[in-house]
């Protein structure tokens, strides 16, 4: 019996992506968690892969963790951030596609500011290439590790409740989670700001409730998303402390409710904003099994985008 | 196409012979402490429980139990990275200083086995790894053989072992297929 393996070219995001080849990234991504629980935390799968990481946004923690999953595998890697390229030069991003599809690599793993940019990359290149964020579209990779860490601490993900609270409308991994959550058959509940929810999101199967409470009464587990301060420079947040005390997951709201709710965050986190940090901290977090996940579903995604599979003969 | 050519060995005849492979093991390993079986997914898995439950059987004392799932291992990823399907590697004891017997159920390139030891020095350091095989059918591609053999078979390269176990297969038997465009 051969291992199944993914439909999937490019990992652009989870709009599309079937339900099976979710569940085959998840079972290698928990097989490769075995791995990151071994003495020595490396396997030579990928060995003479080249993988680039082109960086045009800030990021701290999907890039290690692109990097680290890289690491593990064996593969070279190569780092490119904008800050230090030629883009402060004038150079377009058709041209630093092309001078680094002559350099002939196997994969890119891109984060853009541009939705889209990394559908506009797959085009140019040949090369497998990962979606790592691009603008408000999608970021299928922290989807999948969030429905990870879900199947890890319920054993399941169909009938699961799920409810995402925050900034709906400027969020890649609301967008990833609804998609992909979908999927599988979890039930999603979206809570924000009314400004800040997409108008016609519930068309995607999701229900929309402005109440946090009633979200945290029906769901087994919140997504908690960060609040991007820079929204409220633009006037889009009116103040911290409101935002805290309608949609914030304080101790107090929490212990109102009497229910085990998981809670998930994908970082970086406003301590005292969105979440408490007694919350974050809690048993009820499981934001830094989320953070090994990631590390573990990213080595599962380059594994089965990089493995041209064949049936098994004994050898 | 496939198609089987000769049954090499039925549900009796497997149970002989892994039943002579364990007694060889206790011959060679009189100390249980120190030994632990380890079976290569998928099917060395159930191969090396049975090992295990026979020598639990006739020297009355547990022998350690891993597997190992050699995938990630393999030095043929690119060009043509057969892969079986995923299994989980489960090493629950410290190899430092044992004395392990990987199991599989066909010895052929020897890659297989020799991703197996890879992996397995993962896990620390063992004093010595054996090899235990139900059939080896030949073609080694690296100096790798096994020290306790169910049944050598000289197979020609358009010809297959399929070792079925009852756990995953519904029954015993080794057969011998033949492949053709």
Known sequence: ?315 | MKKVKATLMDAAAMSRTLARLAHEIMERHHNLETLALVGIQRRGEFLARRLAKLVHQHRNAEVKFGTVDVTFHRDDFRTRLPSPRLGPTQIDFGVNDLHIILVDDVLYTGRTVRAAMNSLMDFGRPASIELAVLVDRGHRELPIQADYVGQSYSTSVNEHIHVHVAEVDGKDEVLLMEYSQ
């Open chain 1, 1 to 315: 019996m051969s291992e199944p393996t993914v439909t999937l070219q490019h990992l652009l995001g989870l709009e599309g992506v079937s339900k099976q080849d979710i569940q085959i990234l998840l079972d290698t991504g928990f097989r490769f968690r075995e791995v990151l629980d071994r003495p020595i935390k490396k396997v030579p799968t990928l060995t003479g892969i080249n993988v680039v990481n082109l960086f045009f946004e800030s990021s701290t923690r999907t890039r290690i963790s692109f990097e680290l999953a890289e690491k593990r595998l064996s593969a070279d890697v190569t780092n490119f951030t904008a800050s230090s390229s030629s883009l402060n030069k004038g150079e377009g991003l058709k041209d630093t596609i092309q001078n680094i599809h002559a350099m002939k690599m196997d994969a890119v793993v891109m984060r853009h500011p541009a939705p889209g940019s990394t559908k506009q990359l797959s085009q140019f290149v040949d090369a497998v290439v990962i979606n790592a964020g691009d603008g408000t579209h999608e970021h299928p990779t922290q989807g999948l590790l969030d429905m990870m860490s879900l199947q890890e601490k319920f054993g399941r993900l169909e009938g699961l409740k799920v409810g995402i609270i925050g900034d709906i409308a400027h969020s890649r991994v609301a967008l990833s989670n609804i998609f992909g959550l979908n999927t599988v058959g979890a039930d999603v509940m979206v809570c924000g700001p009314g400004h800040l929810i997409p108008p016609h999101i519930s068309e995607l199967g999701v229900i929309v409730n402005g109440d946090v409470d009633e979200v945290l009464s029906w769901a087994d587990a919140v997504n908690v998303l960060r609040i991007q301060r820079e929204r409220m420079g633009e006037g889009i947040i009116p103040s911290v402390r409101e935002y805290r005390s309608r949609f914030g997951i304080t101790t107090e709201r929490l212990a109102r409710h009497k229910r085990e709710i998981v809670i998930l965050h994908p970082g970086p986190m406003n301590r005292g904003v969105e979440i408490d940090s007694d919350v974050a901290d809690g048993d009820q977090a499981i934001i830094l099994d989320q953070v090994l996940n990631g590390v573990a579903i990213r080595m599962s995604v380059l594994y089965h985008l990089l493995a041209p599979h064949q049936p098994l003969e004994e050898t």
